[in-house]
């Protein structure tokens, strides 16, 4: 089983829509949660950090269930410019590496 | 601010023939990292430098890559002998303060695609 595992894609969304991702991880002492974004050939970029409480940025909000090993990015009003490849990324814990998942591919129609 | 940067943007050798990435990170950066993609595979950590030690080389996948950060600066990633299961993108990442901090936020350089026929 992968540590971190993502919702297979692509997912294709009209403009304007709701689209919700998901992502969980295996590893139940993880610390830090975060989601990149990374567009075609180029390098990921932090979108948001995850917070225990959860967090919004604007158009973005992220949830995280510890209980359940799972987190949420949710996007509201997508755009055009939200096409991307989605990445949930986990810290096992501050002496360790981050762990990337496979990603999550976004087109957004318009 | 410069961003992390990356040389070559891409690079195409034959099997058994050596070669060399270079990152130079954001500067004053304590921390860099190498992370690579395979193809279809998620990106994968290869190994961190705090200045110029190797804090967590773990993710290196055999004797046949070789990373140096002399000075606490660039980092240099040489693979010899190239194989073909080498190729993919070679992502570099650094960070400021310490990388203790749980929400420490990494920058990535845009990469060198390495093809290895």
């Known amino acids: 089983r992968k540590e971190v595992e993502q919702d297979p894609g692509p997912f294709n969304v009209p403009e304007g829509a709701t689209v919700a991702f998901n992502c969980t991880y295996s590893?139940?002492?993880?610390?830090?949660f975060f989601w990149y974004r990374q567009d075609c050939r180029k390098e990921p970029k932090l979108l948001m950090s995850?917070?225990?409480s959860g967090n919004e940025d604007g158009r973005f909000t992220a949830q995280l269930n510890r209980a359940s090993q799972y987190i949420s990015l949710l996007i509201r009003d997508s755009k055009l410019s939200d096409s991307a490849t989605y990445l949930c990324?986990?810290?096992?814990?501050?002496?360790?590496?981050?762990?990337f998942g496979k990603g999550t591919r976004l087109h957004i129609l318009p | 601010e410069a961003g992390v940067t990356q040389f070559p943007s891409h690079s195409v050798i034959e099997k058994g023939q050596t070669v060399t990435l270079r990152c130079d990170p954001i500067?004053?950066?304590?921390?860099l990292y190498w992370y690579r993609r395979v193809m279809g595979k998620e990106i994968k950590f290869l190994l961190h430098?705090?200045?110029?030690?190797?804090?967590?080389e773990s993710g290196m996948p055999n004797n046949r890559f070789l990373a140096e950060r002399t000075g606490g600066t660039y980092s240099t990633l040489k693979v010899q002998p190239a194989e073909l299961e080498d190729s993919g993108v070679y992502f570099c990442?650094?960070?400021?303060?310490?990388?203790?901090?749980?929400?420490?936020?990494?920058?990535f350089g845009p990469g060198t695609r390495l093809l290895v026929l």
């Open positions: 590893n139940s002492a993880s610390q830090s």
């Open positions: 990442a650094s960070s400021q303060g310490s990388w203790r901090e749980y929400q420490e936020t990494q920058y």
């Open positions: 995850v917070y225990s």
């Open positions: 430098f705090v200045k110029e030690s190797k804090q967590d």
């Open positions: 500067s004053g950066h304590d921390n």
């Open positions: 990324v986990v810290r096992r814990n501050r002496d360790d590496k981050i762990i």
